[in-house]
């Protein structure tokens, strides 16, 4: 089983819709999560981290953590053509190691 | 994040030469991560290091490739003998400390080996 999984997609949504990103992680002890978009040939950007259960909004965006399934998500209300791109989740593994983990990666396509 | 640089953006090297990529950590950032992005695949950890010490290297091939964070300067990521396997985009993320809290990449450095 992988640390962290990621639907590959890709996910195809309208413009003006809510686009919904969904990422498991095996590792309980973990503590911190996190969600960065990258762009064909750039860098990964941060958008969101979380680190308590519950929902976490920031404009657009809304991340949930739910550390009992395990289970964090990313949304997107109302979607942009911009907002196309990799979205990558990621999680600090805690328990003394301090690295990221990242899932592969779910490829979001807003349709105008 | 435009804060993390790292140089160069491009290099191209052929087998059997050696790779040396640089990382310079946001200001007030004293942890550095180095990860592999493999064309179609997602980001591997490769090593995590504070100033003059590796902290974890577990993602770190055995052999050909080492990472220093001296005192002084930017971080350095090393690839001795490069094959093509090892073309892809490393990147740089720093931190403020190792508590969890939120890293900032670089921009990358895309390596072509041929």
């Known amino acids: 089983q992988k640390e962290v999984e990621q639907n590959s997609g890709p996910l195809s949504v309208p413009e003006g819709a809510i686009a919904s990103l969904n990422c498991t992680y095996s590792d309980r002890v973990s503590q911190s999560f996190f969600w960065y978009r990258q762009y064909s040939g750039k860098s990964p950007e941060l958008i969101m981290s979380i680190y308590s259960n519950g929902d976490k909004e920031d404009g657009r965006f809304t991340a949930q953590l739910n550390k009992a399934s395990q289970y964090v998500s990313l949304l997107i209300r109302d979607s942009q053509p911009s907002d196309s791109a990799t979205y990558l989740c990621?999680?600090?593994?805690?328990?003394?190691?301090?690295?990221?983990?990242f899932g592969q990666g779910t490829r979001l396509t807003i349709n105008p | 994040n435009a804060g993390v640089m790292q140089n160069p953006r491009h290099l191209v090297r052929r087998r059997g030469q050696e790779a040396r990529l640089r990382c310079s950590p946001m200001k007030g950032h004293s942890h550095v991560y180095w990860y592999r992005q493999l064309p179609e695949e997602g980001l591997k950890f490769m090593v995590y290091l504070q100033k003059e010490n590796i902290i974890d290297e577990s993602g770190m091939p055995k052999e050909r490739f080492s990472a220093e964070f001296p005192k002084e300067g930017p971080s350095i990521l090393r690839i001795q003998q490069v094959v093509r396997g090892d073309s892809a985009a490393y990147f740089c993320?720093?931190?403020?400390?190792?508590?969890?809290?939120?890293?900032?990449f670089g921009q990358g450095t895309r390596l072509t080996v041929v």
């Open positions: 990621a999680v600090n593994t805690g328990a003394g190691a301090q690295k990221l983990v």
């Open positions: 993320a720093s931190s403020p400390n190792s508590a969890g809290t939120e890293a900032f």
